[in-house]
Nanobody
Framework: QVRLVESGGGLVQAGASLRLSCAAS????????MGWFRQAPGKEREFVAA????????YYADSAKGRFTISRDNAKNTVYLQMHSLKPEDTAVYYC????????????????????WGQGTQVTVSS
């Protein structure tokens, strides 16, 4: 079993920055891809960003490109989502997820590929 714990969410004004963190613990936690997803009230969960274990593959949703950066520290089993120029439409619960069934150089963008999920952290952006 793997446990994922997100942190770093909060209430910010439009244009601000936030950095989300997700720490993994449990079974041998290596070789997995990590993704960030979000779900706004009344909307379906959507992909935000993903990064392979090696860091060689990184993907972003169009809404995140140029503003968000996913990074990871494998020694700490932690993945980050640095968010800049936040907009009210970024308001959502943000979830991290781990995919153990992908090669170390790969990452996937659809939620059903991921094996483990965190509990989520709320990000609220006021206008």
């Amino acid at each position: 079993q793997v446990r994922l714990v997100e942190s770093g969410g909060g209430l910010v004004q439009a244009g601000a920055s936030l950095r989300l963190s997700c720490a993994a613990s449990g079974r041998t936690v290596r070789g997995y891809a990590m993704g960030w997803f979000r779900q706004a009230p009344g909307k379906e969960r959507e992909f935000v960003a993903a990064r392979s274990w090696s860091g060689g593959s990184t993907y972003y949703a169009d809404s995140a490109k140029g503003r968000f950066t996913i990074s990871r520290d494998n020694a700490k089993n932690t993945v980050y989502l640095q968010m800049h120029s936040l907009k009210p439409e970024d308001t959502a619960v943000y979830y991290c997820a781990a995919d153990f069934r992908v090669p170390v150089n790969s990452a996937r963008v659809y939620g059903s590929a991921y094996d483990y999920w965190g509990q989520g952290t709320q990000v609220t952006v006021s206008s």
